[in-house]
Nanobody
Framework: QVQLVESGGGLVQPGGSLRLSCAAS????????MGWYRRAPGKQRELVAS???????NYADSVKGRFTISRDNAKNTVYLQMNSLRPEDTAVYYC???????????????WGQGTQVTVSS
């Protein structure tokens, strides 16, 4: 059974930083593209960062230059370092393994509980 457990969220002031972690089990982690999604209040879930099995990364324009995704295959964990946080980054953040379709990446598994990130002064 696949489990995705996100952690590291919290309340931070604008301009601050957080590091999210996602521990995966039940999958062969090293063979999976991994991604971080977020869902802001009243909005659809969006993919903000992805990392390939070879550690190539891609980012949504809204987070490019501020967020960094990384992975540790020995720990079956994917990270999201978030710097220069803005109020519009407020959302629940989720990770998932990804499958590439013609239209782009799609999530492979059921969602974990996510971790809440709130950026506010």
């Amino acid at each position: 059974q696949v489990q995705l457990v996100e952690s590291g969220g919290g309340l931070v002031q604008p301009g601050g930083s957080l590091r999210l972690s996602c521990a995966a089990s039940g999958i062969i982690f090293s063979t999976n593209v991994m991604g971080w999604y977020r869902r802001a209040p009243g909005k659809q879930r969006e993919l903000v960062a992805s990392i390939s099995t070879g550690s190539n990364t891609n980012y949504a324009d809204s987070v490019k230059g501020r967020f960094t995704i990384s992975r540790d295959n020995a720990k079956n964990t994917v990270y999201l370092q978030m710097n220069s946080l803005r109020p519009e980054d407020t959302a629940v953040y989720y990770c998932n393994a990804l499958s590439q379709r013609f239209s782009g990446y799609v999530p492979l598994h059921s969602w974990g509980q996510g971790t809440q990130v709130t950026v506010s002064s």
